[in-house]
């Protein structure tokens, strides 16, 4: 065989610029999500935090102030046990554990996976209660409408700066555990300044689902959320 | 765990993308990926190398991965600034920005082949 006696080296490589995101698939499911929720008009948000800060208790108070003004429903993901699901449900609304076995957060196929559990004509408000990380979650995109971010006083008002992508990708910061602020070294102004440094337009409110503190805002925001949905 | 899945998502989208002669030629593959994306270039090269074990058709192919900083552009201004510090701030006119033009991408950038 002859070898070709142009310039180009033997084993020329080939290049195609691509492009293409990594998590193309994700998103690709997560449109999926959106347009089945704009069809019943069910209003989605997806709930973050780390470990322990206080989500299935939020949603446990919530359940418990809007069930009679609105119907919820939750998706709660954890790497083990159906035990948040079972708190959930204990307020009479339906819940659904999706048991990720190890995986770190909730890719949009698990909750795809999931919704013909949910019966969307009669939910007006579905929340993810996603896997509590305050990394790997905000990369993928689930299909919400809002992002909601706990910031327990009890974790350190250093958060923001240290897990800049998900305070930037989040609509709303809710401060819980604010009943524990007379007891923790913790600033609620220097949380909000870190916050809004990362995202200007986030949204901030100081709450406890023990004393109610901001439970009553948090509630209209929702409400006010759900008929916007409804158009 | 989060890179492991990382990594099969890219040979996945591969898979998708191009025919299987042609992966078989595969050579290299690009990424970049900001520094807002959370995936650290040394554990997914970690990974990668992992994802030989279980899969050894690709396992002459290089993984090259360059990191991108964080960049915004201003809304009003225009300017483009370097974010210091997550401050998401514009350096020219003080206003608070979200518009990140560089740094949270995850990309599959670039795919080399053997003629």
Known sequence: MIEKSTKAARGTVQCENTNINLLKANDFVADIIKKEMAKTSTLLINITSSAGSGKTTLMQKTAEKLKDKIKIAVMVGDLETERDADRIRETGIQALQIVTGGICHLEAQMIHQVLDQFDLENIDLLFIENVGNLVCPSSFDLGEDYRVTLMATTEGDDKPKKYPKMFLTSDMMLVSKSDLLPYVPFSVEAVTKDAREVNHELEVIQISSISEEGVGEWCDWLLEKVQQKKG | ?115
């Open chain 2, 1 to 115: 765990m989060h890179e492991t899945s990382i990594v099969n998502s890219i040979m996945r989208t591969l898979e998708h993308e191009f025919e299987s002669e042609k992966l078989n030629k595969m050579k290299a593959i690009h990424l970049k990926v900001g520094i807002l994306s959370n995936i650290e270039p040394r554990l997914l090269h970690n990974a990668y190398s992992a994802y030989h074990l279980t899969n050894p058709g690709y396992h002459h192919v290089q993984l090259h991965i360059e990191s991108t900083t964080l960049k915004i552009q201003c809304e009003v201004c225009n300017h483009i600034t370097d974010v210091k510090n997550y401050r998401f701030l514009c350096d020219n006119c003080e206003r608070p920005s979200k518009n990140v033009i560089q740094g949270e991408e995850m990309l599959i950038h670039k795919v080399e082949f053997n003629d």
